[in-house]
């Protein structure tokens, strides 16, 4: 399906998943920033970092999709335990 999409279509695709991306990243640090013990957010923090680090240079499209589901899987669930730990 990508291989038709003339260049600056995939470049433009290429964009919009990179926001996408800084999205989920943002929020998830802004989340992490939200963990009450400062081992726990340490670790998060770490793990959310590394994890986006590993994965910038990603090109095909199915597992950046893939990637981008998981991530917001990911902040969904955090978001979650926090909103528990609150009540």
Known sequence: CYLILSFP???N????QRQK???IYRNMLKTIRQVPDEADRKYLRDWARGEF????N???QDAIR???TQ???HLEELQKSLALARS
């Open 58 to 60: 990603a090109t095909e």
């Open 71 to 73: 991530a917001n899987n």
């Open 9 to 11: 279509a995939r470049r």
């Open 53 to 56: 680090k590993r994965n910038k």
């Open 13 to 16: 695709l290429f964009f919009l």
């Open 21 to 23: 991306v800084l999205g």
């Open 66 to 68: 893939m990637m981008i």
